[in-house]
C-alpha cells in the first residue's frame, strides 16, 4: 500500500503530520548541536512524508501551498529543531519562488521539480564569497565562468553553503569573464570538480551544514545558465518569510521551556512555584506580548502576500523587510526574558534555552539586514509624504 503523503491530506492534517514529524527532531537537536554534525535522519523523515515537495506548484504536480502555510510549517519545525527549519527552509521557499515567478525556461524548472517530487531532491542558492560577503550587498561573485563550446566552465567558492551534505542541486552565481555579466547556474552536486570543504565552525545553527561548496573547472551544461542578475531593484520575495518564521519557532520554544521552569521551580524561599511571583509574571507576560505580536506580523503579511497580484506583491518589500527586522529582533528579546526567567541554569550546557540563544542570534545576520530594512522604510515614508 501508497505510504501516505502531505500531498494527500487536508489542511489540518499537514499541519498535524508536521508536527508530529518535526517532534521526534528534538531528541537529536542537542547531539547535533554539540557535535557539528548534520542530521541527516531529520531530511530522511521530512522525504518520506513528501515535504520537500509540498511548496512546488499544483501545475507541476507539487503540493501549491499558501505561503502562509508553508511559514507555520517551518515555524513548527524550529520549534523542535530550530538548524534543521532553517536549511530546509531555504529549499522549501526557493523552489516556490522559481514555480510561482517562472524565473527559468519552464522545461528546465520542471525537470527539477519532478526530481523534487519524485525523489526529495533538494536546492538552495549560494551567492555568498569570501570576498564579496552577503549578496545583498552588491559585491560581484569572484566565481567565475568560461564558455566552452557546448559548456561553462565554473570555478568558485560558496560560503554559508546551508544544505551541503544533502544538496542535489546548487544555483551559483558567477561572473561570466567574456561580459563580465553575473548569471546564475545550476550545478548538480554530484558532476566532477564539485566537492564541500566542511568548514562550518559557527556557535549557531551548528547542525544546518553551512559549509564551502568548491567548485574546480566543473563543467555544465550550455542551458544551465539559467538567469542573469541585472545590477538595481529585485522584486520583493514572500518566500524569505521562511526566515522569521524560524526565529518565532525558537522564541517559542524558549517561551515554553521558561514557562515549564517557572511553573514547576519551588525555592524553599516561597509557598508555591516562582509562577506566582509578580516580577517572574511581568517577563513571561512580555514573551507573551512579543510572541503575539510577531504573529500577527508575520501571518497578516504571508496572507496579504497570497492574495495579492503581481503587481501588489512587487510593492510590499519595504513591509516583507519590516517583519523580518521586527520578528527577528523580537525573538532575540524573547529569548532573553525566558533565561532572565530560569536565571543562571539557562547557562548551563545542559539546559536547551543556551542553544536558542546562539540559535536565535543567527536570524540577525540573516538577509535582509536591519539597516538596509530600516532605510528602505524611511525612503517608502519619505516618497509616499507630500509637502
Same mark, same amino acid.
Not at 557535535?35 to 504536480?61: C, H, M, Q, R, W
Not at 507573551?288 to 501571518?299: G, R, T
Not at 536565535?360 to 536591519?370: K, Q, S, T
Given at each position: ?8 491530506l487536508n ?13 521526534t527532531?528534538k +531528541? !537529536?537537536?542537542?547531539?547535533h548541536? *554539540?557535535?557539528?554534525? @548534520?542530521?541527516? #535522519? ?6 518520506? /512524508? ?40 531555504w529549499?522549501?521557499?526557493i523552489?516556490?519562488?522559481l ?6 525556461e ?7 521539480a ?8 533538494l ?5 555568498t ?44 552565481? +558567477? !561572473?561570466?569573464?567574456?561580459?563580465? *555579466?553575473?548569471?546564475? @547556474?545550476?550545478? #548538480? ?6 566537492? /564541500?570543504d ?10 544546518s ?19 542573469f ?42 509557598a ?30 504571508a ?49 536547551e ?6 540559535n ?11 539597516d ?14 507630500e509637502?
Open positions: 500500500m501508497k505510504l501516505k503523503t502531505l500531498q494527500d489542511h489540518e492534517e499537514r499541519l498535524n503530520l508536521v508536527e508530529e514529524t518535526a517532534k527532531f +531528541a !537529536t537537536a542537542r547531539e548541536d *554539540e557535535n557539528i554534525t @548534520f542530521p541527516f #535522519d531529520n531530511f530522511k523523515v521530512l522525504k518520506s /512524508i513528501g515535504y520537500p515537495a509540498l511548496s512546488v506548484p499544483k501545475e507541476y504536480g507539487g503540493g501549491g501551498i499558501s505561503l502562509a502555510e508553508l511559514m507555520k510549517h517551518q515555524e513548527t519545525i524550529a520549534k523542535y529543531d530550530a538548524a534543521t527549519a532553517l536549511s530546509i527552509g529549499h522549501m521557499g523552489i516556490m519562488d514555480g510561482e515567478k517562472k524565473t527559468w519552464a522545461s528546465k524548472y520542471r525537470k527539477v519532478t526530481d523534487v517530487i519524485e525523489n526529495g531532491a536546492i538552495n542558492n549560494l551567492a564569497e569570501p570576498a564579496t560577503g552577503s549578496p545583498t550587498r552588491g559585491g560581484k561573485p569572484e566565481t567565475t565562468a568560461v564558455k566552452d563550446g557546448e559548456f561553462w566552465i565554473l570555478n568558485g567558492r560558496k560560503t554559508f553553503a546551508t544544505l551541503s551534505p544533502v544538496l542535489k542541486y546548487a544555483s551559483v552565481s +558567477a !561572473t561570466i569573464e567574456a561580459t563580465g *555579466e553575473v548569471g546564475d @547556474f545550476i550545478v #548538480d552536486t554530484g558532476l566532477e570538480g564539485v566537492r /564541500i566542511e568548514t562550518w565552525n559557527s556557535i549557531a545553527m551548528r547542525a551544514g553551512s559549509h564551502d561548496f568548491i567548485m574546480e573547472e566543473v563543467r555544465v551544461e550550455a542551458d544551465d545558465l539559467v538567469s542578475r541585472t545590477p538595481g531593484k529585485k522584486d520583493p520575495s514572500g518566500w524569505l518569510l521562511h526566515i522569521p518564521a524560524c526565529y518565532l519557532g525558537i522564541a517559542k520554544a524558549a517561551q515554553t521551556a521558561a514557562v515549564k521552569f517557572a511553573k514547576s521551580y519551588s525555592p524553599n524561599s516561597i508555591g512555584t516562582i509562577s506566582e511571583l509578580p516580577n517572574v509574571q511581568e517577563k513571561i507576560g512580555r514573551m507573551e506580548l512579543a510572541v503575539m505580536e510577531s504573529e500577527a506580523f508575520l501571518y497578516s503579511t496572507k496579504q502576500w497570497d492574495t495579492a497580484n503581481n503587481e501588489e506583491r512587487k510593492e510590499m518589500g519595504p513591509v516583507l523587510g519590516a517583519v523580518k527586522t521586527s520578528v527577528v529582533n523580537k525573538a532575540v528579546e524573547i529569548v532573553d526574558l525566558a533565561m532572565r526567567t530560569v536565571g543562571a541554569k539557562s547557562l548551563n550546557a545542559d539546559d534555552l543556551q542553544r536558542h540563544y546562539r536565535v542570534r543567527a536570524g540577525l545576520h540573516n538577509p535582509p539586514m536591519d538596509m530594512v530600516i532605510i528602505n522604510l524611511a525612503k517608502s515614508a519619505i516618497e509616499r509624504t509637502v
